[in-house]
T-cell receptor
Framework: GESVGLHLPTLSVQEGDNSIINCAYS??????FIWYKQESGKGPQFIID?????DKRQGQRVTVLLNKTVKHLSLQIAATQPGDSAVYFC????????????FGKGTHLIIQP | EADIYQTPRYLVIGTGKKITLECSQT?????MYWYQQDPGMELHLIHY???????EKGDLSSESTVSRIRTEHFPLTLESARPSHTSQYLC????????????FGPGTRLLVL
């Protein structure tokens, strides 16, 4: 079936470095993508989104890139801080019957001092 | 910060007990959702609602049931809890006009012994 997945389950980076978290999706009908951050013991928190008619969107310290040709999504976090430590999920929305989001398995970002 | 609340945050209960997980939002959102998440894994949609008196099953089959008598309230009930129901349950809501942007509560961690 259709799925949204992430390439790496764990990513370890040095504090201050840039982080890149990747996501591959398979539903070509998806027209909206979201990155969520989930800290331990909390629900997912919206970070940034992008529509399928865009290939890049920037927020505060975060950038999302969308490559529809290879169905790839990435989240770039600039100058990673200890507070960035969390599990990051990409999710896709295709407007199907349930209007629910399809989530990938998540990447655990670990910040080393 | 999203105004969506879940209680209890943690619940340990014996097999066969009836439980109700509460979810409330104060944003006036029409759509509400329940997701199930096992540790370190992706979220799966188990129930959703378009509004008052509307309840639908999600992509993942669940023995739980939901009700939507008031816009702001979307409780989930398990008539007879089993160890296989042990998981984290996350509630979310969204505006009707922007269904793809979902705001999540902090979740309820359920352990059935």
């Amino acid at each position: 079936g259709e799925s949204v997945g992430l390439h790496l389950p764990t990513l370890s980076v040095q504090e201050g470095d840039n982080s890149i978290i990747n996501c591959a999706y398979s539903n070509s009908a998806s027209d909206y993508f979201i990155w969520y951050k989930q800290e331990s013991g909390k629900g997912p928190q919206f970070i940034i989104d992008i529509r399928s008619n865009m290939d890049k969107r920037q927020g505060q310290r975060v950038t999302v890139l969308l490559n529809k040709t290879v169905k790839h999504l990435s989240l770039q976090i600039a100058a990673t801080q200890p507070g960035d430590s969390a599990v990051y999920f990409c999710a896709e929305y295709s407007g199907g019957g349930a209007d629910g989001l399809t989530f990938g398995k998540g990447t655990h970002l670990i910040i080393q001092p | 910060e999203a105004d969506i609340y879940q209680t209890p945050r943690y619940l340990v209960i014996g097999t066969g007990k009836k439980i109700t997980l509460e979810c409330s939002q104060t944003m006036g959102h029409d759509k509400m959702y329940w997701y199930q998440q096992d540790p370190g894994m992706e979220l799966h949609l188990i129930h959703y609602s378009y509004g008052v008196n509307s309840t639908e099953k999600g992509d993942l089959s669940s023995e739980s049931t939901v009700s939507r008598i008031r816009t702001e309230h979307f409780p989930l009930t398990l008539e007879s809890a089993r160890p296989s129901h042990t998981s984290q349950y996350l509630c979310a809501s969204s505006e009707w006009s922007k269904k793809e942007t979902q705001y999540f509560g902090p979740g309820t961690r359920l352990l059935v012994l």
